[in-house]
């Protein structure tokens, strides 16, 4: 029969397959059944503004947080300077830390107020260079600087000293050089010279692996978190009953969603990916090929386990908790993207093994950073891969046609 | 055994059938040894009080549940190798409430396989029929409950099956809608499709073909309506004249051996005699001088209790245990001008009236009238955006915490909490009630001892039978001896025979002077009260005695002895006509 044109489908794409869709037996051929359900899957993620903000909004939330806002290099750290000695070597020592970029200095001459400052929070370390500095110097024995930090804040405290004494380090060794440009002179040889070169982030720039590491969370909230909601929600609103009434199949509910938020998950790695290479300036020194194939490769485990988690809890506040525990949380502590696995107790790091994440942070970095290298990015695809599978295995064991 | 579907002559065969069904959860057996069968172009009625087994049967029927025992049939083949051949409507609709009417359908055809041809022209006819056809661009979420409950049945109707089963398609819908629900099935009857209703009402009961009456997994009656109420015809009796002592003389005549069970109609009671017992006369009851004896029709609800084994005794020990509220001048419950506005929207409407001390009041009204938020308004859980209210004396604005201290409520669903037992949840509202430790534990055992709850007081209030649910929930609520009560649609879903033990209770404590004030969309409830308010469109729309509203709806229907329901109707859609005439002045 023919219809008005003012009776338009929902969407153009049934009609289209009108022709080869109305074959099928009474029950329904298995194609229409995945396209209709594939349909509304569709209109309810551009409905839902929920949907909506963890897929766009969220990513570039996270990119400007790990971007701009966090940052684990320390700059500008306020420290205070105490030079009790009025000697050349002991200028030119207070000079470095004035001039060192990671430090705003203020000059004092007394412990005293130093330790005011402290107390009132407005400096968060202070270097004492004692009396005497200068002579010791003279004499081959430099005395040693004192560096005091504010462990109320460990992470600082440590990069304080450590940066402070790596401002000593470089002074001695431009005093070395001093006495050593004076002992050629004198006809003796010059000294080792070390120079340090960082081969792929040279500014050791730490956004460089946040922003890797800012997109797998991105993928694990959309292909975990969001799955597994939306499927609860299905049996919440009781709406599962009624499509377990017809005659779907479990495979067909399945590709249903595993398809869309596959999409969706790709779609906001792209996003993602442009941000952090135009607006980041982050290298992108492999092939757009290779970074698809990684972050489809993780996408498939991470679209199991939101599937496995919903069909075992039917319930969206419990899926979202044991989601944000099973895939949340480990990407985000034990993926190696914060922080580093190497230096993890041998047990947690035994457990690193079993998060999909942490094969995902290596290929990613090593696309962004490095290039093509595929005797890196081959085996870490192929783990996600065997991930994946059993996952999906998983989920398929877990997922039964019935109510009870 | 004679088979207990006996087929009458001439019907054609069953479209579904389910026999010896045993369907077993952990302990609990939700079926035992069920037999049913769904003739096509007939109604078959699944009747039975909340937790019965209806929703279980239901879906064992389209297979979305594996019965334990028992086998299934449907066009004699397994229901999982039928399914296009059941169109099933969930409680809840099934509905997607974020795509459009029409997304919805087009959804549930895909799924059915509906040739695509004949699409457009089901669709047409199912929103005909469904009167859907102006809001097909409209999300599903944002349908009223009545119009949702129509696209879920065009959805489970798409592909015009053989077997239609409906779960509760009539709870939490106003009479009005669900009036129009059943017209919709008989017309679908006459198209030849077997239609199963499952409902927990059991005036919905005398409209279907044949019913099964389930009640805590087995079945007490199966055959037509007729045929339950035909046995005890002569049985039922309609006691007038004593209105202001309504309640006393229901107490007495409950109290005769004779009577098996009786309630409240408005200013009249009606009672079922006992089987083999003589039908008394007005000198027999002893009522008083004005006592008029008139037989009246049978319901099905009757012929329930009667098969349940009759109803409590009419002397309740809670009145009896309970303190005499003190007689005072003031209205125990007042409302004056009530108003309410969330932004725009009015969700109450200057709602007033006054209980006295010792009266039961009833909000009546569809789902999302009103009804609630003027009760919560009375709570002092919402403040007013306009007028005042009492409860006891105290104002609500002035001393909303001592208002609320003197009143005890009851929540619909009752809101216990399911995880703590039965001791536990006694010890927390004793608590939340402010009572010290003495007097607190002489409330529980009052409580405990009235209610017979000894025996559950270590389980989980969550594991209860619906009836304990029910006593324990009341037992939570007047503890603490409270003035006044809020009920809030208190007894829908469970058996009769419990709901009579529960008005049994209040009648006796309206005796001791307790004010009650009742929200119900459930008819019998409104017939307990003294006066009823019809809360339509955040309006009343009506108030007066029961007995008053049935008169005026009697005046615009021109039916005679109309029920509260038909009141309940005709002064709804009196208002809808008064809207549309001032709109279209």
């Known amino acids: 029969m023919s219809e008005p044109a003012t009776d338009p489908l929902p969407d153009p794409s049934i009609a289209r397959a009108q022709a080869s869709g109305s074959t099928g037996s009474a029950g329904g051929s298995s194609h229409r059944r995945l396209l209709a359900l ?36 320390p700059r500008e750290t306020r420290v205070a300077l105490v030079v009790q000695d009025d000697s050349a070597p002991a200028a030119r020592l207070a000079q470095a830390y004035v001039h060192s970029p990671y430090f705003d200095v203020t000059p004092l001459n007394a412990v005293i107020p130093a330790r005011a400052l402290m107390e009132e929070g407005a400096i968060h370390g202070f270097v004492v260079i004692p009396p005497d500095f200068g002579r010791s110097v003279a004499r081959g024995a430099p005395r040693p600087i004192q560096i005091v930090t504010d462990g109320t804040q460990p992470n600082q405290a440590t990069f304080i000293a450590s940066y402070a004494e790596g401002v000593r380090l470089n002074w001695m060794a431009s005093e070395m050089a001093m006495r050593a440009g004076e002992a050629r002179a004198t006809g003796m040889g010059p000294p080792i010279d070390v120079s340090q070169r960082m081969w792929f982030n040279p500014g050791l720039q730490s956004r460089y692996f946040l922003v890797p590491g800012a997109i797998a969370i991105v993928m694990t909230m959309i292909g975990t978190l969001l799955t597994a909601l939306v499927v ?41 990916t442009v941000i ?79 998060v999909p994440a942490r094969y995902l942070i290596p290929a990613l970095q090593t696309v962004f950073m490095a290039g093509d290298i595929w005797p890196i990015i081959l085996p870490n695809i192929l783990i996600m891969l065997g991930f994946g599978l059993l996952f999906f295995i998983l989920c398929f064991r877990a997922t039964r046609r019935s109510l009870d | 055994m004679a088979d207990p579907i006996a087929p009458s002559v001439g019907v054609a065969a069953p479209v579904a059938t389910a026999t010896g069904i045993v369907k077993i959860f952990g302990e609990a057996r939700a079926l035992d040894g069920v037999d049913l069968a769904v003739v096509p172009g007939k109604v078959t009625g699944l009747v039975g009080p909340d937790g019965a087994g209806k929703t279980t049967l239901i879906r064992v029927l389209a297979g979305l549940m594996a019965s334990d025992e028992g086998a299934v049939s449907i066009l004699e083949g397994p229901p ?6 059941i169109g099933y409507m969930p409680q809840r609709f099934g509905l997607y409430e974020d795509l459009t009417v029409r997304e919805n359908l087009v959804l549930y055809a895909e799924m059915r396989g ?36 129509k696209l879920g049945l065009a959805c489970a109707l798409v592909s015009t099956p053989p077997l239609l089963l409906l779960d509760e398609p009539g709870v939490g819908v106003d009479p009005i809608s669900r009036r129009e629900l059943w017209a919709m099935v008989a017309e679908l009857t006459r198209e030849g499709i077997g239609v199963l209703w499952s409902t927990a009402y059991l005036d919905e009961a005398e409209l279907c073909d044949t019913v099964y009456l389930l009640s805590e997994g087995r079945m007490l009656f199966t055959g037509p309506p007729a045929e339950l109420t035909g046995a005890i015809h002569n049985r039922v009796i309609r006691v007038t004249g004593f209105a202001e002592r309504r309640r006393e003389a229901l107490t007495r005549a409950l109290d005769r051996p004779d009577v098996i069970d009786g309630t409240l109609q408005g200013r009249a009671i009606r009672l079922l005699i006992g089987e083999g017992e003589k039908v008394p006369d007005a000198a027999a009851l002893d009522m008083g001088p004005d006592t008029q004896v008139t037989p009246t029709p049978a319901r099905f609800e009757d012929g329930f209790i009667e098969r349940l084994g009759g109803g409590p005794e009419g002397t309740s020990a809670l009145a009896a245990a309970y303190r005499e509220i003190p007689a005072s001048d003031a209205p125990a419950i007042e409302a004056k001008g009530l108003t309410k506005r969330f932004g725009e929207f009015t969700a109450a409407q200057d709602v007033s009236f006054t209980v006295p001390r010792g009266h039961i009041f009833g909000l009546l009204g569809p789902n999302g009238a009103g009804k609630s938020t003027t009760f919560k308004m009375l709570c002092g859980l919402l403040t007013p955006s306009e007028g005042s209210g009492s409860v006891a004396g105290y104002d609500l604005r002035r001393a909303a915490a001592r208002a609320r201290s003197s009143l005890g409520y009851m929540a619909q669903k009752f809101s216990l909490y399911g995880d703590l037992s039965v ?76 709901r009579r033990e529960f008005w049994t209770h209040i009648n006796g404590l309206v005796r001791r002077g307790v ?35 049935k008169a005026q709806a009697a005046r615009l229907t021109g039916k005679d002895d109309p029920t509260m329901e038909d009141a309940f109707i005709a002064l709804i859609e009196a208002s809808d006509a008064d809207g549309e005439a001032e709109e279209a002045a």
């Open chain 1, 38 to 73: 594939i349909v509304k899957e569709y209109a309810q993620i551009r409905r839902d503004p929920s949907t909506f903000l963890i897929a766009f909004a969220m990513p570039l939330l996270l990119l400007f947080l790990f971007g701009y806002a966090i940052s684990l290099d």
């Open chain 1, 232 to 272: 609860a929600r299905e049996w919440e609103r009781g709406t599962m009953e009624a499509l377990l009434a017809t005659p779907m199949r479990m495979i067909e509910f399945i590709l249903s969603k595993v398809l869309p938020y596959f999409l969706l998950g790709m779609g906001s790695m792209a996003l993602c």
């Open chain 1, 276 to 354: 952090a290479v135009t607006a980041f300036g982050l290298p992108f020194r492999g092939s757009i090929f290779a970074l698809f194939a990684i972050a489809a490769a993780f996408l498939l485990p991470a679209l199991g386990l939101g599937l496995f988690i919903s069909a075992g809890t039917r319930n969206q506040f419990v899926a979202s908790q044991v989601a944000l525990l099973a895939s949340f949380l480990p990407t985000f502590l034990l993926s190696g993207f914060i922080f580093e696995i190497g230096s993890m107790p041998w047990p947690i790091q035994a457990l690193t093994y079993a």
């Open chain 2, 80 to 85: 999982a190798e039928r399914l296009d051949a």
């Open chain 2, 114 to 149: 509906l040739p695509r041809e004949a699409q457009e022209s089901v669709f047409r006819r199912l929103l005909e029929f469904t009167d859907l056809a102006r809001f097909q661009a409209r999300p599903a979420g944002k349908l009223s409950g009545g119009m949702k409950q």
């Open chain 2, 423 to 498: 001791a536990q949840n006694l010890d927390f509202f004793a608590g939340a009630y402010d009572l010290s430790g003495a007097e607190a534990r002489e409330a529980i055992a009052r409580v405990t001892e009235i209610f017979e709850l000894g025996a559950h007081l270590k389980r989980n209030a969550g594991t209860l039978p619906l009836g304990f649910k029910q006593r324990l929930a009341l037992a939570c609520a007047v503890m603490h001896e409270p003035p006044v009560l809020f009920l809030d649609e208190p007894t829908s879903g469970v058996d009769p025979v419990m």
């Open chain 2, 515 to 549: 004010t009650v004030l009742v929200t119900t969309h459930f008819m019998d409830e409104a017939e307990y009260c003294d006066d009823v308010t019809l809360i339509y469109r955040a309006r009343q729309i009506a108030s007066g005695p029961p007995d008053s509203l």
